[in-house]
């Protein structure tokens, strides 16, 4: 069940995030995509929260055929939200393409979920 609803669970999270965004509140936004991005990779993949690291997701997605370059996206999410958090210098546009890059990872690997 929480494998079919990681979508909508994810598009919910990052509406949040989205509206930080617009209100400038830099560390919650980076915060709630985090949260979003590791709780529907946990979700989606069956990984329960204690065994969830980037390997792990990394090797999941590779068992499961999809695109290294799709798994390298969603670590890279990972990475920027964690770096950004103790960065003093990100802007709107870096934010705003953050939460873009996002959406476009979960989008992505629903659809190739679903082929294979």
């Known amino acids: 069940m929480r494998n079919k609803k990681a979508q ?17 509140k830099k560390d919650m936004f980076y915060d709630e995509v985090l949260k979003s991005t590791w709780t529907y990779l946990s979700d989606k993949l069956s990984i329960l929260p204690a065994e969830l690291t980037k390997e792990r997701v990394t090797a999941e997605l590779e068992d499961r055929k999809i695109e290294a370059a799709l798994a390298d996206s969603f670590i890279q999410i990972l990475n920027t939200c964690e770096f950004a958090r103790y960065a003093p210098n990100t802007g709107q546009k ?18 190739a979920i679903k082929k294979g």
């Open 94 to 111: 870096e934010m705003g393409n953050l939460y873009s890059e996002a959406i476009d990872a979960i989008t992505t690997l629903e659809q």
């Open 8 to 24: 909508k669970i994810a598009q919910k999270r990052l509406k949040a995030a989205q509206k930080l965004l617009n209100e400038g």
